[in-house]
């Protein structure tokens, strides 16, 4: 990964179309390229009940996202490399 800098695509539409299930009590939302973690920001911003799964298989990526989402204690994030959690990575 060279640079911290990427708007989410499509924002506003995933968080419109899975909106009603990540309403639900006990909503779970697996975010399979977390990168820098954008749609999962709005997510946890929208639906403050949800728990987040974030998979990326970038270390630096995980590393940011981490940064970025680290005011929620629903967000685990997993390195896909090594498939153990990120913080407990040996090439995060």
Do not use: N
Not at 44 to 58: S, V
């Amino acid at each position: 990964m060279t640079s911290a800098t990427h708007i989410p695509v499509m924002l506003e539409r995933c968080v419109e179309i899975l909106g009603p299930a990540l309403e639900r009590p006990g909503a779970v939302v697996l975010d399979a390229t977390l990168g820098l973690g954008g749609h999962s920001e709005a997510f946890l911003q929208r639906f403050p009940e949800a728990r987040l799964i974030g998979l990326d298989r970038d270390p630096q990526a995980l590393e940011a996202s981490g940064r970025r989402l680290r005011r929620s204690a629903s967000v685990q994030r997993w390195c896909t490399r090594c498939t153990t959690r990120s913080r407990r990575c040996s090439r995060a």
